[in-house]
């Protein structure tokens, strides 16, 4: 899957200039401009060692998950949905020389594990956008795939995100860049959602709704647990803010859907978070 071609004459400038507002995925950083080479450092990959647009360039649907067996497990499924020509065995992961992440290529999809929670998502989005850009992606669509806990609804339920939330139940994300706290939309793409929830209808074996997804920054206190090492809050509030969740549209809980949705929705990437 990687491949050596010399470095560039053309800037990083002169290619932002063209694709941007042509539908393809872009750049929110002067800086990339002046470097000679840009190291994907987590992926195993980077600009002078391997042919990104040869290798991505017909990339048009990326699935992330936090599982690297379940996306595994997604891109041997999508080898067979898409009737592909060579064998399963030849579905490797491209980012084999690394152990953060995985990657797997399936015809124009990409399979790509993220870890959990924010910290983790966002190198991997920081880099997955950066790679998409060289490789001059465009008209990409970006799913996140995830378990979560539910709110008031059944066991093995699907929940489709149409609005990110944080703990405070707000369309935000909330960076903290050097001594700066810079807050990012999370909105997410709405006809996407409807798509998706109209494929849903062909598929009854599960339950499947439209609702908001709150992004908490902890698994045990910060989704409302008891069964954590700390808990600082007793049983009554927590079942209390659960409710007001619920009340305000919240239908399930995880931890990567707000930086998910600010980051893709700052570089033209169309986005979606079940």
């Known amino acids: ?18 694709y941007v507002g042509k539908g393809f995925v872009h750049v929110k950083n002067p800086y990339l401009d002046s470097m000679d080479e840009d190291v994907l450092y987590h992926l195993d990959l980077g600009t002078k060692t391997h042919n990104l647009p040869e290798m991505f360039g017909d990339v048009k649907f990326v699935c992330v998950g936090g599982s690297p067996n379940r996306m595994k497990a997604f891109a041997l499924f999508m080898h067979k949905e898409l009737r592909l020509e060579d064998s399963e065995e030849d579905v490797k992961d491209i980012c084999a020389g690394t152990d953060r992440y995985c990657m797997y290529k399936i015809g124009p999809v990409l399979s790509i594990s993220h870890g959990m929670g924010i910290p983790s998502i966002s190198i991997m989005l920081h880099e997955l956008i950066k790679l998409l850009y060289h490789a001059r992606c465009c008209d990409v669509t970006i799913i996140r795939i995830g378990t979560s806990g539910g709110i008031g609804i059944a066991p093995g339920s699907v929940v489709i995100t149409d609005r990110a939330v944080d703990s405070f139940f707000k369309p935000q994300f909330e960076q903290v860049i050097l001594d700066n706290v810079v807050t990012r939309s999370t909105e997410l793409d709405k006809e996407l959602a409807e798509e998706l929830f109209n494929c849903s209808k062909e598929i009854p074996d599960f339950p499947t709704l439209i609702g908001h997804t709150m ?38 809980i995880e931890m990567e859907s707000t930086v998910f949705a600010a980051m893709c929705r700052l570089c033209g990437l169309k986005e979606k978070s079940p």
């Not at 899957?1 to 063209?18: L, Q």
Request: proline content about 2%; overall charge positive.
């Open 215 to 252: 992004c908490t920054y902890d698994f045990y206190e910060g989704q409302g647990r008891l069964d954590g090492a700390l808990c600082s809050f007793s049983r009554e509030k927590g079942l209390d803010y659960l409710k007001r969740a619920y009340n305000a549209g919240i239908r399930n």
């Open 1 to 18: 899957m990687t491949s050596s071609f010399p470095a560039s004459s053309t800037s990083m400038r002169s290619e932002r200039d063209t």
